[in-house]
């Protein structure tokens, strides 16, 4: 069996100010190039589909022509929902797609059988547990108490594997943060209480686990469960990543091998370190100044119309951070200090300057229950 681990497409993403989705259709492109080239059975997608619960016309328009070309080639998609997806929205259709090859699973359900897939050496069993919160698992299976993120995936894997016949091969596919992976800034938190991390021994009972929510490709525990990454960069604290795509292939005792091909953008992210002089001098950056970069302005001094300098060597200048120099509470101060921090952290730093006072044990735990009940309420929109 061969398939392709793909996550973490976002489409309809917005990148500082600039929609993403032209990068993505030419990346997509390449990828559906991979496809004819190595000729996969499958090709899976561990959620994050979409960037938000209500993507754009464009965005649904482009997964609608890969799905499309991708059942042209005879290749079966295997498809979850992520924390990013409407899991509704996303599933529309599911049964009818089923008959051109492409398998969505949007809400979490009891009743979900894996996807049985064929090759010359018998069945394969998928598993596709797509994101599902403690609240949503515990309606689904009518559980008493709301369980933890770690019990609610050990719960979907279960019920799954209660329909997978001993000693069949088996992969796994889905949206979770498995304890010790390396996170980016892009990548919007699980739960804001901190509580979102599962082990990773729970996907050990099959030959491979394909996974996405964590947008650098890595392994997580063991060799055979993977991310494998979201298909751009879409922060800069992952500019030194590589992306692209996992092929796998797994033999008939159910070995696993695997390689991952990198995809090239149509523009790179990038920082760019140095002095104004030395940025605006003459051969001092060979790579394509055109993509889209971040510059690290390393004088101790004040610059003057240090924006629209770079412009004229950067089009597609983002961001400028000055480590070097004190700007007070300047806008970009205050861009720099706010990337990264979840909605908790920046409301709590806004109350504590309000007021003066820290947020109780208590306000926090309130407020941690509000900021995830708005997040599901949006997923379900």
Request: charged letters at 25%; a negative charge.
């Amino acid at each position: 069996m061969r398939f392709i681990h793909t996550a973490d497409w976002h489409l309809g993403k917005l990148f500082g100010q600039r929609h993403m989705t032209e990068d993505q259709a030419y990346v997509l492109e390449e990828l559906l190039a991979l496809c004819r080239d190595v000729r996969p059975d499958a090709l899976v997608i561990a959620g994050d589909v979409y960037d938000r619960a209500v993507p754009p016309p464009e965005a649904v328009a482009l997964f609608n022509e890969v799905l499309t070309r991708l059942a042209e080639q005879g290749i079966k998609v295997l498809c979850i929902a992520g924390n990013h997806d409407s899991a509704v929205r996303l599933a529309f259709g599911a049964q009818l797609l089923q008959s051109s090859g492409v398998y969505i699973a949007g809400t979490v359900d009891a009743a979900t059988a894996p996807v049985v897939l064929s090759d010359a050496f018998g069945d394969v069993y998928f598993s596709l547990l797509p994101y599902g919160d403690p609240p949503h698992v515990r309606e689904a299976f009518s559980l008493d108490e709301t369980p933890s993120f770690d019990t609610a995936l050990d719960v979907q894997i279960a019920a799954s594997r209660a329909m997978i016949p001993q000693g069949a091969r088996s992969v796994a596919v889905a949206h979770a943060f498995v304890i010790g992976g390396q996170t980016s800034e892009s990548e919007h938190t699980l739960s804001v209480g901190g509580s979102d991390q599962v082990h990773a021994d729970k996907f050990r009972p099959y030959n491979y686990t394909a996974l996405g929510h964590l947008h650098a490709p890595q392994r997580a525990g063991a060799e055979q469960i993977r991310y494998a990454g979201s298909l751009l960069k879409y922060s800069f604290d992952e500019s030194h990543q590589k992306k692209g795509v996992t092929l796998v292939d797994i033999d008939a005792a159910g070995a696993v091998s695997h390689t991952f091909y990198p995809l090239t953008p149509r523009h790179d992210v990038r920082i760019v370190r140095g002095k104004m002089a030395e940025i605006m001098s003459d051969g001092f950056d060979p790579l394509s100044h055109e993509d889209y970069i971040c510059v690290e302005l390393t004088d101790t001094d004040a610059v003057l119309a240090a924006h629209e300098k770079l412009r004229r060597v950067y089009p597609n200048l983002f961001l400028i951070t000055r480590p070097n120099i004190h700007m007070g509470h300047s806008s970009s101060e205050v861009r720099n200090y706010e990337r990264g921090k979840s909605d908790l952290h920046l409301f709590a730093d806004f109350y504590a300057e309000m007021t003066t006072e820290e947020m109780t044990q208590e306000e926090t735990e309130e407020l941690t229950h509000v900021i995830d009940a708005l997040e599901r309420e949006e997923r379900m929109q």
